[in-house]
């Protein structure tokens, strides 16, 4: 479903992007994970070409995305995006917010769209909430809506970019439980999540990034018993023992 | 100090000498600033929209007209307007469109950095949300970003009609009868009452301006909505 060969980004000087080779096959989830700067979030924005490359291939669903031919407005619309602010429109309702694209670009009857819109919602369990405004709901509900909005299109693959970062941790649940259902209802997923319970139950992959590169790619049970890179296992340290980072630094 | 003087001449201060010539006066000044108005709101949300545009050839042509206006005083434009459009059409232009037309293209250079303001202060996620459902750029700007900008530049909005209001009144200088220059004439035939004239012209000003600001607050309480976190 996602294919992606030999790809490069620079940012000015900077390499944030560095022989990205990788491959999503249909119905698999993918973690992507990684120190901060590490190039992730870069990365799972080229899927889609909210960024740019600047070399190497990337095919999503049979489409090239530097191909001039391929309607990359369409491309958009069979994959889902969801974004670490959430980015609901503040001016519309749950309910708008959710059946703006399907109306506009797919042309579907407002009937037709408000049903799926609230089958979508009964689904993230927010089915009550289709007339409030985005203010009106915590940060963990918005987040939901906004998965219910990227899949309002009927996406044939997701992407997450950080899901639940700005979330605060009681909100975490909610929002990776949605995740889950909806990887077990068959959904390709990229994710790029510092969740490593996530990652360890319902992913197929892992990817290590750091500085750009990919460093490791190995099934969750590898990569958490086993990784190969000191620099996987340094991160992987911090993030399952955050206390232990913090009494060494207060060592030192 | 003696205001006989306005009620004597109040009906040709309002309305000039309307109906059995042309309307004047007050009536005049609002027929001008509410027609500007209207058309420089088209025309500076279309000119505001090209500035921002991603194709360089269309928003640095747009840019450099919006700035050779915005770098002219409104008299001038006024005056172009008034000598050009005449050699243009090859006939004579009513004076009351002639002003029209420059109170337009000046309003809408001013309107057009609003919007563009407006337009470059909406948060980038909000239009990348709307790319990523697979929303064409102007899809986006028509049902995500524009609703969410104009709602705040209304209160700029606001201001730049209040100032048009007050520029009208360069209108007498083309000879259209608009509030000052019905000042002016009652003033040149009755001689002795250029305080009582200008003051009551003034408060007149004030009244209509100082009315929009509050009819304005009024409509933007009613358009506001609770912005999410």
Redesign the interface.
Known sequence: MIQCKGVHKWFKDLHVLNDINLQVTKGEVLVVCGPSGSGKSTLIRTINKLEPINEGTIIVDGMDLADRKTDINKLRAEVGFVFQQFNLYPHLSVMNNITLAPRKIRKTPRREAEEQAMQLLARVGLAEKHAAYPSQLSGGQQQRVAIARALAMNPRIMLFDEPTSALDPEMIGEVLSVMQDLARSGMTMMVVTHEMGFAREVANRVIFMDAGTILEEAPPAQFFRTPQHDRARQFLNQLLTPMHGASTTAAA | MDFQVIADNFTYFMIGSWPKGDLGGVALTIYLAVTSCLLSFIFGLLLGLLSVSRHRFISLPTMLVINLVRGVPLLMVIFWMYFLLPAFFGHGFPEIRTVIIALTCFTAAYMSQIVRAGVEGI?R??L?????????HW?VML??VL??GL?NMIPSFVNQFVSLIKDTSLAFIVGVSELTHVATQVNNRTMAYPTEIFLFIALVYFLLCYSFTSLSRWLEKRLS?????
């Open positions: 948060p996620g909000q990348e949300a709307g790319t990523s459902t697979g929303l064409k899809q049902y995500i609703p969410q709602r909505w609770r912005k999410s976190v």
